[in-house]
C-alpha cells in the first residue's frame, strides 16, 4: 500500500454510540458490510436460541456490559501457546471505539460475510501486524472513525450552543446586569445618612458575598460539566465468535483473544449461549445494563432464498399446501421490510442535524423574552405617567 493510504493517517476523537441493531445496522452499510443484520437478543434460555439459529446463519454476538477488574488482569494469564493466526484481533487502545471494534472482530472473522472492498483492504494491510498495531490502525482508520461518529449525535461532538444564540444571550444578560447594578447604586443612595456599618461588619458582609458568589460559580460549572463519571459507569463492547472449531471470546481490553470452548459450527450458537449467561452470572445480582446482541445473516435474504426454493418446488409439486406456503414467506417479506423501512428512519434521525432548529427556537425564545420585558416597561411608565397627572 501507498504512504498515503487511509490507515495511516493521524486519529481523532471517537464518539460514544447507542448499543441499538438501529445503530449496527446503519454502521455496517456504512462501512460496505452486506448481507447481515444485528438483532437484540431478549432472553439468554436455550429455546430463543434455538429459534435464532432456526431463522437462519449466526455470525457472532456483541456483549455489552461492564468491565471486571478482575478479568482484565487475566491478560497475562491467557495461553500464549495458543495459535491465534487464524484470527482478527485488536487491541483497544482508545476509548469509545469498542462498538466498530467489536462489530469488526465478528465480521472480519467470518469468510462467508461480504465485507466490501474498504474493510478488504483494511484486513490485507494488517494481516501480519500483531494486535496491538492492528488497534492503530483500526483507530486511525479516517474511515473508520467518521462512519462511527456519524450515529454519536452532534451534541456529543459539537457540545455547545451556537455562537448567534450565545451572544443573544450574553447581550440579555448584560442588560440583566445593567438593571441589578442601577438598583444597587439607588439602595445606596436610600442608605446614605444612615449608619454606616463598621469595618468589622463590612469584612464580614464582603466575606459572605464573596463566598455566595464562588458557591454560585461552583454550582453553574457542575451543572455545565454535568454528573462526574465513575469507573462503575463504563460500559464496553466484547465479541463471541466461532473460529476453527473453537469459539472465541475477542476482548480489545485484554492482550490477545481468548479460546474458550471447541464446538462443531453445529453446535456453537449453543455453546455461546453458555459462555454468555457464565459471564452474565460472574456480576453481582443486582447488576443490570447487560445488551447481547446477535450479527445474523439478512433475514430478508434468507427468506427469499426460501421463497425460491418453495417456487421450485411449486413448479413440481402443484398442491395448495405449497402455495400457502409460498404465500406466506411473500407475506413475511413484506413485513421485514417494513421494519427495514422504520430502522432505517430511525437511523437517519440519529444522524439528522437538528442544531439549526434548536438555534432558531433559542432565537424565537430569547426574542419573546425581551418582548415581553419591552411590554413590562412600557406599562410601568404608563402608570407612572398616569400617577403624574392625577397628582
Not at 469498542?98 to 469488526?104: D, E, M, P, R, S
Not at 483492504?121 to 501486524?129: G, L, P, R, S
Not at 469459539?247 to 490477545?256: F, I, K
Not at 424565537?364 to 405617567?385: F, H, M, T, V, W
Amino acid at each position: 500500500m501507498t504512504s498515503d493510504t487511509p490507515f495511516t493517517q493521524l486519529g481523532g476523537k471517537w464518539s460514544t454510540i447507542e448499543s441499538s441493531p438501529a445503530v449496527f445496522n446503519a454502521l455496517m452499510k456504512e462501512n460496505g458490510i452486506r448481507g447481515v443484520h444485528v438483532k437484540y437478543i431478549f432472553s439468554l434460555d436455550q429455546m430463543s436460541f434455538e429459534f435464532l439459529e432456526s431463522q437462519g446463519p449466526v455470525y457472532g454476538f456483541i456483549f455489552l456490559l461492564k468491565p471486571q477488574a478482575g478479568r482484565l488482569s487475566r491478560a497475562e494469564e491467557l495461553a500464549e501457546n495458543v495459535d491465534t493466526s487464524s484470527v482478527f484481533f485488536a487491541n483497544q487502545v482508545i476509548p469509545d471505539a469498542c462498538g466498530t471494534q467489536a462489530l469488526l472482530s465478528i465480521v472480519l472473522n467470518c469468510p462467508q460475510v461480504d465485507i466490501g472492498p474498504m474493510l478488504n483492504n483494511f484486513k490485507e494491510f494488517t494481516a501480519a501486524f500483531d494486535p496491538l498495531n492492528k488497534g492503530l490502525a483500526l483507530t486511525n482508520c479516517q474511515a473508520l472513525r467518521e462512519n462511527h461518529n456519524k450515529f454519536a449525535g452532534h451534541f456529543e461532538q459539537y457540545p455547545t450552543l451556537p455562537l448567534s444564540v450565545l451572544e443573544a444571550d450574553k447581550k440579555s444578560e448584560s442588560k440583566d446586569k445593567k438593571k441589578r447594578q442601577q438598583k444597587q447604586q439607588k439602595g445606596k443612595e436610600g442608605q446614605k445618612g444612615q449608619k454606616r456599618p463598621t469595618s468589622t461588619k463590612r469584612r464580614q458582609q464582603q466575606q459572605d458575598e464573596e463566598e455566595e458568589e464562588e458557591g454560585e460559580e461552583e454550582k453553574e460549572k457542575d451543572e455545565e460539566q454535568g454528573p462526574e463519571l465513575t469507573d462503575s459507569d463504563a460500559f464496553h463492547y466484547i465479541a463471541y465468535v466461532h473460529i476453527d472449531g473453537y469459539v472465541w471470546e475477542l476482548d480489545g481490553l485484554q492482550a490477545r483473544p481468548e479460546r474458550l470452548r471447541a464446538c462443531g459450527a453445529e453446535k456453537w450458537v449453543e455453546e455461546a449461549r453458555i459462555q454468555l449467561a457464565t459471564r452474565m452470572q460472574s456480576y453481582d445480582r443486582e447488576e443490570e445494563g447487560f445488551v447481547v446482541l446477535a450479527l445474523v445473516k439478512d433475514p430478508i435474504l434468507v427468506q427469499e432464498e426460501r421463497l425460491t426454493k418453495a417456487e421450485t418446488s411449486s413448479k413440481v409439486v402443484n398442491d395448495n399446501k405449497t402455495r400457502e406456503k409460498t404465500l406466506d414467506m411473500e407475506k413475511e417479506i413484506r413485513s421485514l421490510r417494513r421494519e427495514r423501512e422504520v430502522e432505517e428512519m430511525e437511523s437517519a434521525e440519529m444522524q439528522a442535524d437538528y442544531a439549526p432548529a434548536i438555534e432558531a427556537f433559542l432565537k424565537g425564545y430569547l426574542a419573546l423574552g425581551e418582548r415581553a420585558q419591552s411590554d413590562r416597561s412600557q406599562r410601568q411608565n404608563g402608570r407612572k405617567s398616569s400617577q403624574g397627572v392625577i397628582s
